[in-house]
């Protein structure tokens, strides 16, 4: 099983040399989000998601969750959204990196 995601992965990427998720399809769109989000989780964290490109799309990723039926995993990741300055993740990398700081200062670095 891991084999074939892997190679769906793959797939995924060569559709995006430049990692424009927008050109994408849905179905690949909603693969794409989950498998970064999961990637960005187990590698950083929280804001490791957030600090990297991939918080571009927080928003759209918590809503492929859902889609797929990861209704544990979507709450999960709302609840950090509220943490942030906001309550929400900010589109703008430079935004998002003043959130992390502001909530970091606040809950300190244990917290994510």
Not at 10 to 37: E, Y
Not at 46 to 53: C, G, I, P
């Amino acid at each position: 099983m891991e084999e074939a995601l892997f190679a769906e992965w793959d797939r995924i990427c060569s559709l995006m040399p430049d990692a424009d998720l927008l050109k994408l399809g849905h179905r690949d769109r909603v693969f794409a989000l989950v498998w970064t989000l999961e990637a960005e989780l187990n590698n950083g964290g929280f804001s490791q998601w957030m600090f990297n490109s991939t918080g571009d799309h927080a928003e759209a990723a918590v809503a492929a969750l859902r889609e797929l039926g990861a209704d544990a995993a979507a709450p999960l990741c709302e609840s950090f959204f509220r943490l942030l300055p906001g309550g929400s993740p900010a589109s703008e990398r430079s935004m998002r990196d003043r959130q992390l700081e502001e909530a970091v200062a606040s809950l300190g670095d244990d917290a994510f």
